[in-house]
């Protein structure tokens, strides 16, 4: 597929003007009811699919050929060739099946991620490029792994550069230990936030372009961040210390010592004084959060502006592709660079294929390179923190995933949306991208609502409806205000190596499943309380509801199966703790079975953290890099 234009960097691809992809955009956004150009959306589409790993762009190429082979079929033209009136029917039979309506969900999912990205393109970038910089890239020390020797030796080696491996790095090496941090990502700047076109970051950013999903029924879209700074590059910035509840069940049930409240706390603030955390200001916070915060008060739930990791914040909502004001404080402005200047050094774009291990005593680790060969780094200790999911797989590529509690365990704090439509114009996508909270569920229930926006453009994912009624909503965009909701789910998910593939399977049980629909019920609550006309509760194939008691009546029939699940927050597949058979990893971070290898990312979190994790995360990992250096 050759390239048909370039906008801002962004190559789309030639798409036929009468193909299969066109034909998929006229049906979801029809040009005769003031949708864009079919071969326009087609192009941009191609180029996003062209990004994703396979088998996902061949796939919606088939589905996209087979609508467009059915309305050849049935009408005798290609899809992009029937008149309106005959693709709304076509609409209408898609959306009237469980299983076709997923489908169909999914392609409007993309359809709308990739032309709203594109649609908002100028906007977002004449923003980013009028907002100064609110701090320059951190000197770091970062060598792409083609300029290394084919054979280096080290102290320590750290995989995985995110909110683990930085925190674990940076205090490793203040200990007087020779560091390399291996990260399979590059390293992005501000100017790569600031010029680049939000689909060319959000493809760059993102594992599998953003395409992971845990399968399930029903399956759940989960990305994660792969870069220098890991996840916290395009994460929100939300930082919640963990909750002392949660530590107790950690202490007591888990045996892990490190969680004792009294201790951890110190780990906490440490975190907390790395990454600069404070309350979301008022002149930033945007109408979106400002509307969650008239909503929860007026019910009288507790509530207020969300912590962030975020000094300089102007409010332009594109956190989940880069900051770019270098406002964000992920761990590529603060650990990292701060490890470096202890003397570490940061191998980027080497992917960690193995960890080197004699009898059980770990050797260092062996890296692929993008042009193919083999870097390999002795050293006699390693810190794995590829993340929740990339951890086991290593480990048991590598010949150490012998205890069977590897993989299991996953948990999710999975996620549910819902917007309303508002007289006002709303226009979530100025102001901070995570704002304000509801935690008035928090404690009782394991309900966290947070008023959370997505970058310009690309909140049109969750609109409602098909054809000529989602044009009119997109019209409408602006007035929308939208709310997350996530729970404290169980364990209910594994990672596993399957064929040589990764395998990610997560199976709501129906106590979480009710769970969400309840958070759905709280969200459009304090939405309607806020003065919003219409909820969009994101349940499949319901209508907007203006009233609680319709709001309830949907929700009572409504089936958590068919949710449209999301997760940021994967925990748990290699949890630490005191019982040898219950947990992979001992409750200081060492890998059971092996020596000289510790965990130190989201897999080692015993259970769901009930919060937003990243300071979690980063607390584990520093104490868990205190016991290396104390016990060795
Ligand atoms: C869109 C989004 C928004 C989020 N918002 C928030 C928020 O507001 N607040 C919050 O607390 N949490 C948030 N999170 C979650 C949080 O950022 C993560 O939980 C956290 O960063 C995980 O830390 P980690 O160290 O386990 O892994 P990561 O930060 O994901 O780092 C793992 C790193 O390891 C690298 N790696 C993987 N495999 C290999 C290999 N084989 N070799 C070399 N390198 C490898 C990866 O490329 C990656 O860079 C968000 C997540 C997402 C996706
Ligand atoms: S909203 Fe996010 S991307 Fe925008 S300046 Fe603030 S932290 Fe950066």
Known sequence: MSDARCR??????????????AGLGALLLPPEAGGPSSQQLA???????????????????????????????????????LDLATRERMLDRLASSPRTELLLDGLKALVLLTHGADAFADELLDRAGRDVPARPDAAMTVVPSTQLAATVRTDVVVVGSGAGGAMAARQLAAAGLEVLVVEEGRRFGVEDFRTTHPLERWTAMYRDAGTTAAVGNPPVVLPLGRGVGGTTLVNSGTSFRTPDRVLGRWRDRHGVDLADAAGFSGLLDEVERTIATAPVPADVMGRNGELTLVGA??????????????????????????????????????????????????????????????????????????????????????????????????????????????????????????SARFAEPVTSWVGVLQSAQVDQFHASDGIMLEATAMPPGMGSIGMPGYGRALVAELDRAEHYASLGAMIADAPAGSVRRIGGRTLIRYQLTRTDGHRLLRAIALMGRVLLAAGGDEVVTGLPGQPPVT???????????????????TAFHPTGTARMGADAQRSPVDERGRLRGAEGLWVADGSVVPSCPEVNPQVTIMALALGIADGIVAHG
């Open 8 to 21: 801002h960097g962004f190559a789309a691809t030639a798409e036929h003007p009468r193909g299969a992809l």
């Open 43 to 81: 192009g941009v589409l191609g180029g996003y699919l062209r990004r994703t790993p396979h088998p996902v762009g061949p796939a919606v190429r088939a589905v996209a050929g087979a609508l467009d082979g059915a309305a050849r079929l049935l009408d005798g033209d290609r899809l992009v060739d």
């Open 297 to 418: 008060e007026r019910l009288g739930w507790s509530s207020g502006p969300l912590v962030r990791n975020a000094p300089g914040c102007g409010g332009c909502c594109q956190c989940a592709l880069g900051c770019p004001r270098n406002a964000k404080y992920g761990v590529h402005l603060n650990a990292l660079p701060q490890a470096c200047e202890l003397g570490a050094r940061i191998v980027s774009e080497a992917r960690v294929t193995r960890v080197l291990h004699d009898g059980g005593r770990v050797t260092g680790v062996l890296a692929r390179r993008p042009d193919g060969s083999a870097l390999r780094i002795e050293a006699p200790r390693v810190v794995v923190a590829c993340g929740t999911t990339e951890t086991p797989p290593l480990l048991m590529r590598s010949g150490l995933g012998g205890h069977r509690q590897l993989g299991r365990n996953l948990a999710l704090h999975p996620a549910v949306g819902a």
């Open 547 to 565: 009233d609680v008691e319709e709001l309830d009546r949907v929700l009572a029939d409504a089936d958590p199966r068919r949710l449209h699940l």
